[in-house]
């Protein structure tokens, strides 16, 4: 398993990539080096929460949308994810989710 800190590091990267800025646009609205952006996605450095705000508002999300990084874990930790959402989960609603994911994964294999 990742430990967190390489998992917020991806989720940054990831949230940054998906919008098409660099990492020195990025450091650029935050006030700090390009250095510094590299060492938070590499998980080595830990930003304050002021700095996480602005990191947030830099990228146009939630400051709780920088923590869901769920889908970056590894195989098994994320299946073991997928499994406690299921079972927390009625059966009705088990069923729906199921017949969705039979669906995804056959468009995935039309592709």
């Not at 700090?32 to 996605?41: A, D, G, N, T, Y």
């Not at 830990?46 to 602005?54: E, G, H, Q, T, V």
């Not at 069923?95 to 995804?104: D, L, P, S």
Request: glycine share 4%; hydrophobic share 35%.
């Amino acid at each position: 398993m990742k430990n967190i800190s390489d998992l917020f590091g991806a989720r940054i990267r990831e949230l940054r990539k998906s919008q098409g800025i660099t990492q020195e646009q990025l450091a650029d609205s935050l006030g700090i080096e390009q250095k510094h952006v590299s060492l938070i996605e590499r998980g080595k450095s830990y930003p304050s929460l002021d700095r996480l705000k602005k990191i947030a508002e830099a990228l146009h999300v939630e400051l709780p949308s920088l923590f869901e990084f769920t889908h970056l874990e590894d195989e098994d930790e994320r299946a073991k994810s997928i499994e406690e959402v299921l079972k927390g989960l009625d059966e009705e609603s088990q069923r729906q989710v199921f017949k969705i994911i039979k669906a995804i994964i056959k468009s995935f294999r039309n592709v």
